[in-house]
């Protein structure tokens, strides 16, 4: 049975495992390099209250500020949608707007959701509801599905998502257990962005997850990067763990993207 560092509802890290950054395997970190200077987190669940993420609006605040710490110039809050989390855009808005009032920082927040492909999106769509797209001009809609199991009608939804006039923003694909490389490829060609996770190239998720985002982030698949933060611990882990000085560069190209 395979053992992951997370504890995925809400994410809690072991960052025991994780920190070591060797001497001699010609590898940095993402806060050594200052790859996250001027970058955009494109994912994140700092939006406080409202999901499995970041509960209080004081732990927002303080991730806030060490991200401006760190040089990071914009963040996409992206909490969930879904059956089991059924947020409105009315509340999310709500409580972005008591964030916005609550910071004072330099960092541009902009809000967007990250919808799980299941019936209540089919049905959102289906009744022509308003949606929280993502990206510059608001054209794209991130989704997510199940880790392990293909959801219902999951490639009639993304055409419906394409047939509104979005582009469908796939979250974290490499973590998705059931897409193989020639699936993932077939995704890309049929226009699905993809996202990645940074904790997932830092082995957070596992072995597996971490190879599969090397072999994503090596055939340029990736659209963009964003943190998927859930808790202020995250923050250490992803920033001080080893990456290749090849990997960080693609990494660094990613956070700069912008959709």
């Known amino acids: 049975m395979q053992v992951f560092a997370f504890n995925l509802s809400p994410f809690r890290f072991n960052l025991s495992a994780y920190l070591t950054v060797w001497p001699f395997n010609k590898k940095t970190t993402i806060a050594a390099s200052g790859t996250l200077a001027g970058a955009t987190d494109h994912h994140s669940h ?9 509960e209080t609006m004081n732990e927002a605040l303080r991730i806030l500020a060490t991200y401006e710490t760190l040089g990071i110039k914009e963040l996409w809050l992206t909490p969930h949608i879904m059956e089991d989390i059924p947020n409105t855009p009315q509340k999310l808005k709500a409580r972005f707007d008591e964030l916005k009032a609550a910071y004072t920082g330099n960092i541009t ?12 999106l089919r049905k959102l769509l289906n009744d022509n509801k308003a949606l929280l797209p993502i990206g510059d001009g608001g054209k794209h809609i991130l989704v ?9 009608r999951m490639n009639e939804t993304l055409q419906q998502i394409k047939s509104m006039g979005y582009f ?5 694909p490499e973590r998705y257990m059931y897409l193989d490389n020639d699936e993932y ?15 997932s190239l830092a082995g957070g998720y596992g072995t597996t997850v971490k190879k599969r985002a090397l072999w994503l982030l090596s055939n340029g698949l990736y659209s ?5 933060l859930h808790c202020e611990e995250a923050i250490e882990f992803i920033t001080k763990s080893g990456l290749s000085r090849q ?13």
């Open 46 to 54: 700092i939006l406080p209250g409202v999901d499995d993420g970041v």
């Open 109 to 120: 927040l902009h809000l967007a959701a990250e919808y799980m492909i299941d019936n209540n």
């Open 144 to 152: 997510e599905t199940s880790y392990y199991n293909a959801p219902i």
């Open 168 to 172: 469908p923003l796939l979250a974290h």
């Open 185 to 199: 490829l077939k995704l890309h060609n049929e226009g699905v962005k993809f996202q990645l996770n940074l904790a």
């Open 224 to 228: 963009v990067a964003g943190s998927d």
């Open 247 to 259: 990997n960080i560069e693609e990494v660094k190209r990613l956070l700069q993207n912008r959709i």
